[in-house]
Nanobody, 124 residues
Framework: QVQLVESGGGLVQAGGSLRLSCAAS????????MGWFRQAPGKEREFVAG????????GYADPVKGRFTFSRDNAKNTVFLQMNSLNPEDPAVYYC?????????????????WGQGTQVTVSS
């Protein structure tokens, strides 16, 4: 069993930055890839970024490439999503999730545990 708790969301002006954190309980966290997803009202949950178990390979959805950075600290059972140059397309509830394999995947069904989400709002 893994429990995930996200934090760091909030209101930021367009062009600003936020750093999301996701703290995990359970030793299995370190054995799996992780993902960040987001869901805006009326839209499906979508992949934002993923990272493998060791943290040396990450990938990003096209809309966030070059602006977001995914990292993990396995010693602290925590992952981070640094979000820079936030724009009006980024507001959503952001979720972290534990995958089912050592590498990351972009598909929602390939993740087994999810956090409760943290709201990101961008003002123009």
């Amino acid at each position: 069993q893994v429990q995930l708790v996200e934090s760091g969301g909030g209101l930021v002006q367009a062009g600003g930055s936020l750093r999301l954190s996701c703290a995990a309980s359970g030793r299995t966290f370190r054995s799996y890839g992780m993902g960040w997803f987001r869901q805006a009202p009326g839209k499906e949950r979508e992949f934002v970024a993923g990272i493998n178990l060791s943290g040396d390979n990450s990938g990003y959805a096209d809309p966030v490439k070059g602006r977001f950075t995914f990292s993990r600290d396995n010693a602290k059972n925590t992952v981070f999503l640094q979000m820079n140059s936030l724009n009006p397309e980024d507001p959503a509830v952001y979720y972290c999730a534990v995958g089912l394999a050592p590498f990351y995947d972009t598909r929602v069904p390939t993740y087994s545990y999810w956090g409760q989400g943290t709201q990101v709002t961008v003002s123009s």
